[in-house]
């Protein structure tokens, strides 16, 4: 049997509370997993927001290995505070929350003890990270329509009608969607608009609904991918954009979608954002900027 001193230390900092609270039942088989590759494990379970980011900034550097059980708010969490501290420490991730779109981009299984046994043998590669203003994302900052949708839906609905469950459901909420008056600067180009849906992307996957190709995203080459939905005319505009985005066919003249890694966005001040799902802070002028493969991640 090694030493204390032999072993590799982890900090498992879990949220109790994420998706359906079933990370609890589980912990102690995931921390037997761990043990049982040579790791002395320390949990920092969170009580209130932003425990998260205080135990990887204050501590993280102090472990070999950071992982996180949570969804993925308590990932954003961990990841800025991987970055404010100056953290170089290598993080897996078994996701517990109820869409789990970073574990949908990097494979990572949805099973808890499967996505352990999986950070024990997996490797680590590196991946890009967002930065707004003061903030970070992992894989999104958004605004406006759609996010609602894989949340609302009826699971019956979606089983039996696929993508035109979520077009009804979309045309039904028609009434409550805004358009923004945006414009981006990004590179020697520019666009302006009135939106109805943005997202600064580095995942294939977006609120559980909004998929874009594999073929395009990749997560370590320094480049967001941008999806801008226009303000639609009519039903049928919006029939097309809706089936547009679900599709991964964006021929459409309300929808573009291009690639940046870096982007000066003026907007109205009051406009709610979404950074990896949690709210980012307002302002009439944003910077988005790419740091390319700023997290190591075991997967």
């Known amino acids: 049997m090694k030493t204390f001193s032999q072993l590799k230390r982890l900090m498992l900092i879990i949220n109790p509370v994420s998706g359906r609270r079933t990370s609890l039942r589980f912990l102690p088989d995931i921390i037997n997993i761990f043990a049982q590759k040579d790791y002395a494990v320390t949990v920092f379970p969170t009580a209130k927001r932003g425990d998260a980011t205080d135990f990887a900034r204050y501590y993280g550097s102090e472990f070999d290995l950071i992982v996180c059980i949570g969804g993925d708010g308590t ?48 490797k680590p590669k590196s991946i890009d990270i967002g930065k707004f203003g003061d903030q970070y994302f992992s894989y999104v900052a958004a605004f406006g329509a759609f996010s609602w949708l894989s949340y609302t839906t009826p699971q019956n609905l979606k089983n039996a009608l696929g993508h035109t469950a979520y077009l009804l459901d979309a045309v039904k909420d028609l009434p409550k969607i805004k358009a923004h008056h945006l414009r981006l600067d990004f590179g020697d180009f520019s666009c302006e608009g009135d939106y109805i849906f943005g997202a600064v992307c580095n995942s294939t996957s977006v609120a559980g609904t909004i998929t874009l190709p594999k073929t395009v995203v990749d997560t370590d080459d320094g480049k967001f991918e941008v999806l801008l ?20 066919d964006y021929s459409s003249p309300f929808l573009d979608f291009f690639q940046a890694s870096e982007l000066k966005i003026t907007a109205p001040k009051k406009l709610d954002w979404s950074l990896d799902g949690e709210r980012g802070s307002g302002a009439e002028s944003h910077k988005i900027e790419n740091l390319p493969g700023r997290l190591t991640l075991i997967c």
């Open 75 to 122: 990932l954003n969490e961990v990841i800025t505070g991987i970055v404010n501290g100056g953290c170089q420490t290598p993080l897996g991730y078994i996701p517990s929350g109820s869409t789990n779109d970073f574990a949908a981009c990097h494979g990572i299984s949805s099973d808890m003890l499967t996505a352990a046994h999986d950070i024990v043998s997996g």
């Open 229 to 248: 939905v226009h303000e639609p005319r009519t039903i049928i505009d919006f029939q097309g954009i809706i089936l547009g985005v679900l599709t991964q």
